[in-house]
């Protein structure tokens, strides 16, 4: 199996900053992309950002400039470095992985259960 276990959510005043973590753990042989995704009450699961194994990222238009996505390959662990968080930022975030258990295997994606962020105006 594969668990995705986040930390770092939490409340916070509109113009702070929070930093997400989440690691892989179990049968890996390697994770192509992790990422981030958001919900907020009411909403559609909504896509953050994405961070390949080579590091590349993509972002949401809402958070260009502000969001900042890393990962440790070494440590099966992706970061979301959030700055000048803004109310409607508040969502449960996500994170996910695309796992390859074995060589031979598929790849899977993988959710972790997701950290609460509450950004207060």
């Known amino acids: 199996q594969v668990q995705l276990v986040e930390s770092g959510g939490g409340l916070v005043q509109a113009g702070g900053s929070l930093r997400l973590s989440c690691v892989a753990s179990?049968?890996?042989?390697?994770?192509?992309?992790m990422g981030w995704y958001r919900q907020a009450p009411g909403k559609q699961r909504e896509l953050v950002t994405a961070?390949?194994?080579?590091?590349?990222?993509n972002y949401a238009d809402s958070v260009k400039g502000r969001f900042t996505a890393s990962r440790d390959n070494a440590k099966n662990t992706v970061y979301l470095q959030m700055d000048s968080l803004k109310p409607e930022d508040t969502a449960v975030y996500l994170c996910?992985?695309?796992?390859?258990?074995?060589?031979?295997?598929?790849?899977?994606?993988?959710w972790g259960q997701g950290t609460q962020v509450t950004v207060s105006s």
């Open positions: 961070v390949s194994s080579g590091g590349s990222t």
């Open positions: 996910n992985a695309d796992v390859k258990r074995t060589p031979g295997s598929l790849i899977y994606r993988y």
């Open positions: 179990g049968t890996i042989f390697s994770i192509n992309a």
